[in-house]
């Protein structure tokens, strides 16, 4: 599953579900839009093999780092 944050525009989420991933965005879909990225971390970690889509470069910290996601910036 890839798991927008909330800074990823619609026509990009569009494009993803276009080429049929499955997609569920941060503020839409899950959660509450404004949460904060140690709730995100949390979260990702309940959720096996997501890969994680962000604008958000506070998540380059090698601390963020685990086994059961991906981060991509």
């Known amino acids: ?4 944050d909330e800074n990823i525009t619609k026509d990009q ?3 993803l579900e276009r080429w049929r991933y499955k997609v569920k965005q941060i ?3 899950i959660t509450t839009k404004g949460i904060q990225d140690i709730q995100i971390i ?10 994680f889509l962000t604008r958000d470069t ?5 601390n963020y780092c685990h086994l059961n ?3 991509v910036i």
Not at 1 to 4: D, G, P, V
Not at 42 to 51: A, K, P, R, S, Y
């Open 1 to 4: 599953m890839y798991l927008l």
């Open 13 to 15: 989420r569009e494009l």
């Open 27 to 29: 503020g839409v879909d």
């Open 42 to 51: 949390t979260l990702l970690q309940q959720i096996h093999g997501v890969l």
């Open 69 to 71: 996601y991906c981060i």
């Open 58 to 62: 506070d998540f380059f910290r090698q």
